[in-house]
């Protein structure tokens, strides 16, 4: 049961979610079946309308029919008929979002409470026009902070295209009423580290180049680019997945205690943390799977990468001398994502036969799991060891508890809280970071479809 979000509804009395690229894919597999969820959770569900808004001359019936047919949600349909309309407007004219204020108007008419979320599952270049226009038709009013605005990665697609586009939007906006998305942020096990780093002596010991010899960061995935050729090819992995995804994952790893829960301590200790990161370009590389260049929407001398490994040191006491990898790819053997902490050898190891390296493993694909690998006695035999494994799945245990990444984000933005969301500091180190890595590339592979990382348990 969600409860945080059904104490908000008790509060509100109205809730309306607009969702710009309404047609598009992660709104088909991701928004949708998040937002049924929390409708299926709520206390008072006729209070929540969601506006799918996309230029189709469709009508809802009609938009409904295309998500059934699109075949990428798999959820409850009649129940988004009972929540659902569909608004036509083209994002770029000011005079097509009418409609939206009409509707707007007829849905909140002598209510007080009302909590809006615009959600923007758009490119960049459409943030800026959308913005406007939702503040020349007054849907948006710069410091009310019932009504916010959620820009779906990525944030840009180069640090000044970023920094202008945050610009513009701080300048429009109070700094509460901009949500930028990170979905990596939702994931339970990712809040996990937090939870798992400083609340439990046993890991906050080890946490130190004293006891850790290397932490790996896996996202390996199965599948090729789907039909996003145009997007991709225009991102590539370094803006896909490291700038936002796998950097707010190593600075979770890395940054110190802060000094509350609060998201600006959080996010103090994070920026901390990433300006200390510094890549190692002679032990990373970039590749590309081979066949990418005929996948339609991609150029065809295209130089786009599909893989990075990616090693980084950080410059301080605590980390000297550890290595932290992050490696991600596309068209790999199998899809599988976990952080891999291996810790150095005990003093005393030397005493015994067949001893493996500790390992704190945090797995997030396929399951959310959590497991620490440790030695210990084998039956009979005085000084040989085998690796015991201390073992916590989640969604094994209790599968439907475990929360969908976009699910969590709608919560923290319907409770107006921001820990889950990166702050523009947070995404500016990020592209130093990147900007490193451009500066100065690594070496670059056409690697086999199918080429098998190893995997955790290989
Ligand atoms: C998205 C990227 O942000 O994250 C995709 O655009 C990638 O290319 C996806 O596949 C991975 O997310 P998850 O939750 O499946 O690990």
């Known amino acids: 049961m969600n409860l945080e979000a059904m104490r908000f509804i008790k509060k509100m009395s109205k809730l309306i979610i607009t969702l710009f690229g309404a047609t598009g894919d992660l709104t088909l597999r991701k928004l949708l079946p998040a937002l049924e969820n929390i409708i299926k959770n709520e206390k008072h569900p006729e209070n929540v309308t969601i506006l799918a808004i996309g230029r189709r001359k469709f009508t809802s019936e009609d938009y409904l029919n295309f998500v059934v047919e699109s075949k990428l949600f798999k959820g409850d349909i009649n129940l988004l008929r009972k929540h659902l309309i569909y608004v036509e407007v083209d994002a770029y004219q000011s005079a097509t979002y009418e409609n939206l204020h009409l509707l707007y108007k007829g849905l909140t008419k002598n209510i007080a409470d009302v909590r809006t979320i615009f959600y923007l599952a758009v490119s960049p270049e459409l943030f800026m026009p959308i913005t406007e226009n939702l503040k020349a038709n007054k849907l948006i009013k710069k410091g009310d902070l019932n009504t916010i605005i959620a820009f779906e990665k990525p944030f840009g697609h180069t640090f000044e295209d970023a920094l202008y586009i945050n610009e513009y939007l701080e300048k429009e906006l109070h700094r509460n009423q901009i949500y930028r998305v990170d979905h990596y942020l939702g994931k339970e096990m990712i809040q996990n580290i937090i939870d798992l780093r400083f ?37 590539g992995v ?43 370009a002679s032990n990373s590389l970039l590749g590309q799977y081979d066949g990418y260049r005929q996948e339609k929407g991609v150029s065809e001398d295209s130089l786009i990468s599909t893989l990075a490994f990616l090693t980084f040191a950080v410059e301080d006491k605590r980390f000297a001398g550890v ?37 704190l493993i945090i797995e997030l694909a396929p399951e959310s799991r959590i497991s620490l690998e440790i030695n210990g006695r084998t039956d009979g035999n005085n000084n040989e060891v085998s690796k015991l494994v201390l073992d916590h799945c989640f969604t094994c245990l209790f599968p439907s508890a475990v929360k969908e990444a ?48 190893g995997g955790k348990n290989e």
């Open 199 to 235: 609340s439990n002596t046993l890991v906050s010991a080890l946490w130190s180049n004293k006891y850790i010899s290397e932490v790996k960061v896996i996202v390996s995935e199965k599948d090729g680019i789907l039909n996003r050729g145009a997007y991709y090819d225009e991102v």
């Open 406 to 453: 976009y699910e969590a984000l709608f919560i923290e933005m319907i409770n107006g809280h921001r820990t889950l969301f990166p702050s523009w500091e947070e995404i500016s180190v990020s592209w130093d970071i990147i900007c490193q890595i451009r500066d100065e590339k690594p070496r670059y592979i056409i690697y086999e479809p199918g080429f098998n990382l």
């Open 323 to 359: 290595p932290f990898y992050l490696f991600t790819g596309k068209k790999l053997a199998k899809k599988e994502a976990y952080i891999e902490v291996i810790l150095k050898d005990a003093p005393g190891s030397h005493l015994f036969k067949n001893t493996s390296a500790n390992r």
């Open 238 to 280: 370094l803006n896909d997945m490291v700038q936002s995804h796998l950097l707010q994952v190593l600075a979770l790893l890395i940054m110190d205690i802060p000094k509350s829960l609060s998201s600006k301590d959080i996010s103090k200790a994070k920026i901390k943390a990433l300006k200390k990161v510094k890549y190692d």
